[in-house]
Nanobody, 123 residues
Framework: QVQLAESGGGLVQAGGSLRLSCAAS????????MGWFRQAPGKEREFLLG????????YYAGSLKGRRAISRDNAKNTVYLQMDSLKPEDTAVYYCAASLLPERLIKGECDYWGQGTQVTVSS
């Protein structure tokens, strides 16, 4: 059974930083491109960043531009999202997802999704 488990969310003050983690199990992690998405209340889910299977290529969306980074550790079956200079509008549930075709991450066409972790940024 494939599982993607996000962690690291919580309450942070504006200007602060968080690093989210997503641990994968039940899947050959290194075969999958990985991505991070978020969904704020009343809004559609949006793509944030993606990373290729080996980590050599990354995919970015406009949100959080310059304030975030994605990385992965295939030995630990884990992908990370580093977010800096957080703003209240970054408040959302953050999801990781896996796709056999990394280029499909941008479209949200993913094979597996995590349950999400809440990030709340206070002003």
């Amino acid at each position: 059974q494939v599982q993607l488990a996000e962690s690291g969310g919580g309450l942070v003050q504006a200007g602060g930083s968080l690093r989210l983690s997503c641990a994968a199990s039940g899947v050959t992690f290194s075969n999958y491109g990985m991505g991070w998405f978020r969904q704020a209340p009343g809004k559609e889910r949006e793509f944030l960043l993606g990373i290729s299977t080996g980590g050599g290529k990354t995919y970015y969306a406009g949100s959080l531009k310059g304030r975030r980074a994605i990385s992965r550790d295939n030995a630990k079956n884990t992908v990370y999202l580093q977010m800096d200079s957080l703003k209240p509008e970054d408040t959302a549930v953050y999801y990781c997802a896996a796709s056999l075709l990394p280029e499909r991450l941008i479209k949200g066409e993913c094979d597996y999704w995590g349950q999400g972790t809440q990030v709340t940024v206070s002003s």
